[in-house]
């Protein structure tokens, strides 16, 4: 149900049978999306400067407000962008940004869905040794 809120939903057949109305048994339904990031994945290595590829997927009511953003352990996150569709994939410049491990969020605004990909890794090249996030 590409359209359909989220929620439970009650439903019933109703047949005319001749001039008679017979109704199936009452059933219960729940729509729930369903929202998954796609790559990057658990492990992946990434270069400051280089295209990296995020995609992403929702299954269930048709999203414009998908945001994503760059996260790692102690900070806040860095958006990467906002008010995209429910599935799709876009290349994105890792920005520079300390080496260190870091995650991508994907939420829906309007319904406070979201997922997280696995962690992965970023480098930089021009980074001091001592610059690594621990």
């Known amino acids: 149900p590409e359209k359909t809120a989220q929620g439970t939903y009650c439903v019933r057949a109703k047949v005319r049978n001749g001039g008679e109305d017979i109704f199936s048994p009452t059933v219960h339904i729940t729509v729930k999306d369903v929202m998954r990031v796609l790559f990057p994945c658990e492990g992946d290595r990434m270069c400051v400067g280089e295209s990296a590829h995020i995609q992403w997927e929702c299954q269930g009511a048709n999203r414009d407000d998908v945001r994503l953003t760059l996260a790692c ?25 300390r080496p260190g491990w870091y995650y991508i969020s994907v939420g829906a605004q309007k319904s406070r869905l979201s997922a997280c990909s696995g962690w992965f890794h970023i480098e930089n090249p021009e980074a001091h040794p001592d610059d690594a996030e621990r």
């Open 73 to 97: 352990r102690y900070s806040v996150g860095l958006a990467i962008a906002e008010g995209l569709q429910g599935s799709g994939s876009i290349n994105w410049e890792v920005p520079k940004v």
